[in-house]
């Protein structure tokens, strides 16, 4: 069985500031990948970042980046220079090996301040 | 712009009456997906179709059935709704997994009242 943690139900950070959310999670298997989902309220759910487990590099995608610690099953999302439309629920998920199925942490509500 | 599309993005219905979601793709994925979204909570998954297989959640009620009648369509049908089946329903698809790609891409959902 998968599991994926996310311990923070709510965070609150000013604009320009730099955030980060946690996650842990626990898996058996040896290839897997993990994602950051963003839903903003009222809005689709979109992908922010993916890391493929078999990569040490930390996947980053603009403002976005991750700390990806394999030893430790955790997998932290950095928010650099928060701006207001990041405002949303920030799902972490897990894929692992050849399942197709996410599992969802149960996510975290972040409130960027102006 | 390939996209996943979900009609309509609300649906009213009353307790016990029969309704149908849709959802629609063009980014010819083999893989469709259904989830229950309940407020300021992580998505459930239903079920989902591996292109023409149909894979059913353990607890998925069986209230809840779905059809794929090809690539780019799927519904989802609820035969009774009841008021705990009100919720936000989300389409989402990803690419055949030994594609090596796994993320998924979710529709706009559809907001279920049941009244």
């Known amino acids: 069985a998968q599991t994926v943690t996310q311990s923070q139900p709510e965070m609150s950070v000013q604009e320009a500031e730099t955030v980060t959310l946690s996650c842990t999670y626990d898996?058996?298997?040896?290839?897997?990948?993990l994602f950051w989902y963003k839903q903003p309220p009222s809005r689709q759910m979109i992908l922010v970042i993916r890391q493929e487990a078999y990569k040490q590099q930390n996947a980053t995608e603009n403002r976005f980046s991750v700390n990806f610690q394999k030893a430790a099953k955790s997998f932290s999302l950095k928010i650099s220079d928060s701006q207001l439309g990041d405002t949303a629920m920030y799902f972490c998920a897990l894929v692992g090996g050849a399942n197709s199925k996410l599992t969802f942490g149960k996510g975290i509500t972040l409130s960027v301040r102006p | 712009d390939a996209m996943v599309i979900q009609n309509p993005r609300y649906q009213v219905t009353q307790f016990g009456k029969p309704v149908t979601l849709s959802c629609s793709q063009t980014l010819n994925h083999n893989v469709m997906y259904w989830y229950q979204q309940k407020s300021s909570q992580a998505p459930k998954l239903l079920f989902h179709y591996y292109d023409k297989d149909f894979n059913n959640e353990a607890d998925t009620p069986d209230n809840f059935q779905s059809r794929r009648p090809n690539t780019s369509f799927c519904f989802l049908d609820i035969r009774s709704p009841g008021l705990g089946d009100a919720a936000m329903y989300l389409c989402?698809?990803?690419?055949?997994?030994?594609?090596?790609?796994?993320?998924?891409?979710f529709g706009p959902g559809t907001r279920l009242t049941v009244t």
């Open positions: 898996t058996s298997e040896n290839n897997y990948y």
């Open positions: 989402a698809t990803s690419r055949d997994p030994t594609s090596g790609s796994h993320e998924q891409y």
